[in-house]
């Protein structure tokens, strides 16, 4: 599957198209995802690092990079082995994800737009990370094509004269095969690495398929009044994939 990069040197947008096959549809769902006008900083990693709770971040762009040089190498690489990285880093609170959505109000030709965060604070008020659908597997139809993440950084940077557009994630792992029987829908839970931090990486900007609402598992637990919105995706052990939120996601959420 083969990307088209489109750049406007102007506003440092990316956007490239890919399209992926739907067996039980007859159109193919094409998506793109740029950065947005809005520079917010930029800055070296190890700076920015602590602000966003990632002190590995450098250690995650240089494993990027490794994963760029050997796409097919599929173990993380001893530190000692990963290429240098030293540069400053461009960051930006948002990116427009468009996707050919002709079941929901869309526009010409079929295509929706939808805005994607990850920023510290939003509207003078405390940080939005957006929940976003990561295209992993363009083999397979459905959630097993696609990954569950939370994005927690967009930041482009320029390494050995190219440029690359990425974003820092954090992962979701499904916690079953197949759809929770009840509801119909997904349940993923964070995923953690041996050491009890959250699993992350870097990732190229082009596999954001479009954004992810998920909601929590409740159980039988009492909520706590003082919780807030902004605290849910922190504060559950597990969550539905809410594959109800519009008609694109009910048709590739399955």
């Not at 992926?20 to 070296?44: I, M």
């Not at 762009?61 to 990285?85: G, M, N, T, V």
């Not at 792992?173 to 029987?181: G, H, N, Q, T």
Request: a negative charge; aromatic letters at 14%; glycine letters at 4%.
């Amino acid at each position: 599957m083969k990307a088209m990069l489109l750049l406007d040197p102007e506003f440092w947008l990316i956007q490239r198209w890919q399209k992926q096959s739907v067996s039980h549809f007859s159109y193919h769902l094409t998506f793109s995802c740029v950065f947005t006008r809005h520079l917010e900083q930029q800055t070296y990693p190890n700076i920015i690092a602590d602000s966003i709770n990632q002190p590995d971040l450098t250690d995650l762009i240089r494993q990027f990079l490794h994963e760029q040089d050997q796409p097919k190498s599929d173990s993380e690489s001893a530190s000692s082995d990963l290429p240098e990285f030293h540069e400053k880093i461009s960051v930006y609170s948002s990116v427009v994800a468009t996707f050919y959505a002709p079941s929901d109000v869309s526009g010409i030709g079929g295509m929706r737009s939808e805005r994607i965060h990850a920023t510290n604070a939003w509207r003078n008020g405390p940080g939005r990370y957006d929940c976003i659908f990561v295209n992993t597997d363009s083999s397979v139809d459905g959630m097993l094509g696609l990954d569950v993440a939370r994005a927690r950084l967009f930041f482009s940077f320029k390494h050995e004269g190219i440029i690359f557009f990425c974003a820092l994630v954090h992962w979701f792992c499904r916690v079953d095969d197949s759809p929770d029987e009840l509801s119909g829908m997904w349940i993923v839970k964070p995923e953690f690495t041996d050491d009890g931090t959250r699993s992350a990486s870097v990732i190229n900007l082009d596999a954001i398929f479009r954004a992810a609402h998920l909601m929590p598992v409740f159980g039988n637990d009492a909520v706590p009044r003082y919780l807030s919105f902004t605290q849910t995706l922190d504060a559950f052990n597990s969550y539905y994939v809410n594959k109800y939120i519009d008609h694109h996601a009910f048709e590739i959420v399955f």
